[in-house]
């Protein structure tokens, strides 16, 4: 009873998140677009134009990349599952993959119905602003994949281990923030990936949490 108590509760406070959060986001992402997504692409360029600094910057936002996690995270799950069989450590795997996983998969659809220039496309050709239905790689910048799963990771972390809370943000904003220094996104780019992954990985924590797939001790 009073399990069922604590995730009514719990669920009531996502779905409140998510419905106060949706709307602040869209308009920080209207706002961003006319007024300072360019103007902050710009000074990154001209300020973080040398090549040795870039390409450490490039190397840090290497950190967003899917695929070691989905493998590891994989690999975790087969392991504690079949094998050793300890399912808190199956079920962590199974968390952090499908974290990854789901927010990716949304990210995609995301990027193929805006198709939104990056901010390369600007530099070199002066267009900025959507070509819809696009899943070409210079027209996917919205929203961010690589911000979308270091951040989707290091809350799927937090929630297995929350007293590293402090070193799991400062990568994940580590992260985030190069993708916008190296011009490969606008800043509502990485803040929009972000988001998803941060509803992704909370609505995923509540259907586990529903069917009693715990990932603490």
Same mark, same amino acid.
């Given at each position: 009873?009073?399990?069922?108590? &604590? ?7 996502? =779905?409140? /998140?998510?419905?106060? $959060? ?28 040398? /090549? ?46 499908? $974290?990854? $996983?789901? $927010? ?5 659809? /995301? ?36 911000? =979308? ?38 800043? =509502? ?16 924590? &509540? ?8 990932? &603490?001790?």
């Amino acid at each position: 009873m009073n399990n069922n108590i &604590q995730y009514k509760t719990s669920m009531n406070r996502t =779905t409140k /998140i998510i419905l106060i $959060s949706f709307p602040i986001v869209v308009l920080f992402c209207v706002v961003g677009y006319f007024f300072f997504d360019l103007p902050i692409a710009e000074y990154c360029n001209s300020v973080f134009s040398n /090549i040795k600094i870039r390409r450490v910057l490039k190397d840090i936002s290497k950190l967003g990349i899917a695929t070691f996690y989905l493998i590891f995270s994989a690999v975790i799950f087969l392991f504690f599952r079949f094998i050793r069989k300890r399912a808190l450590w199956s079920n962590r795997g199974l968390f952090v993959f499908l $974290s990854i $996983s789901l $927010s990716g998969v949304l990210i995609l659809i /995301i990027k193929f119905i805006f198709g939104r220039y990056r901010p390369k496309m600007f530099f070199k050709e002066q267009l900025y602003g959507f070509e819809f239905f696009q899943l070409k790689g210079k027209i996917t910048s919205l929203p961010s994949g690589h911000a =979308t799963t270091i951040v989707a990771l290091m809350l799927s972390l937090y929630f297995i281990s929350p007293k590293y809370r402090v070193i799991y943000f400062i990568i994940a904003f580590v992260v985030v923030i190069s993708r916008v220094l190296v011009c490969h996104h606008y800043v =509502t780019d990485v803040v929009v990936g972000s988001y998803v992954a941060v509803i992704a990985t909370l609505c995923l924590k &509540q259907f586990l949490d529903k069917r009693g797939i715990a990932i &603490q001790e």
